[in-house]
């Protein structure tokens, strides 16, 4: 059961309040992000790779829904180094973060962060996280190892979201 912040004139406000209005939004959005839009890649992050280093790949600026409803913003060409495992085969993973930044002095002296950064962590991961559909890690792609090099394997589809689809089969009849 969903409980929000009712505010009234002269009403004391504390933190407590505002992370409780906060928090109230955030999980909502999460709540219609998941219901109605799903889990995947919704524009970009497309992975290519680095002609500039070797192993390394280059992760386009895009949007995606994880599992949990948050939203991932990337937003500028990111580079990413492949190590060299063992496999023959993985996987260029994204994931939702969130940092405490913009520490800021309290009245006792002490500190306390005054933002959280909401940003992305890209990672490659020998399994692919995608399977399920539901989780907070989602595949971008999928490499292969040939001669010493990573490349994508273009054959593989990471999951996505699909604009404009209708969400119900009587969206059309009124029903």
Not at 58 to 66: C, I, K, R, Y
Not at 146 to 160: A, C, F, G, I, L
Request: hydrophobic share 35%; net charge negative; glycine share 8%.
């Amino acid at each position: 059961m969903a409980k929000r912040v009712r505010f009234f004139a002269g009403q004391l406000l504390t933190a407590a309040d505002f992370e409780a209005e906060q928090t109230y939004h955030r999980e909502m959005r999460r709540l219609h992000n998941r219901l109605l839009h799903g889990v995947g890649i919704a524009e970009g992050l497309r992975v290519s790779e680095d002609d500039s280093q070797s192993n390394a790949m280059t992760v386009s600026p895009g949007f995606a829904l994880d599992g949990s409803g948050n939203e991932i913003v990337v937003d500028r060409p990111v580079c990413l180094t492949v190590d060299p495992c063992g496999k023959e085969i993985c996987f260029v993973t994204l994931r939702y973060t969130e940092t405490a930044t913009d520490p800021v002095p309290t009245a006792n002296g002490a500190s306390e962060f005054s933002r959280v950064t909401e940003a992305f962590s890209l990672a490659t991961a020998e399994e692919d996280p995608g399977q399920d559909g539901g989780g907070q890690i989602l595949s971008l792609a999928r490499l292969i190892r040939q001669n010493d090099r990573w490349s994508v394997d273009e054959s593989y589809s990471p999951k996505t979201l699909h604009k404009g689809e209708q969400m119900c089969a009587h969206a059309d009849d009124g029903q």
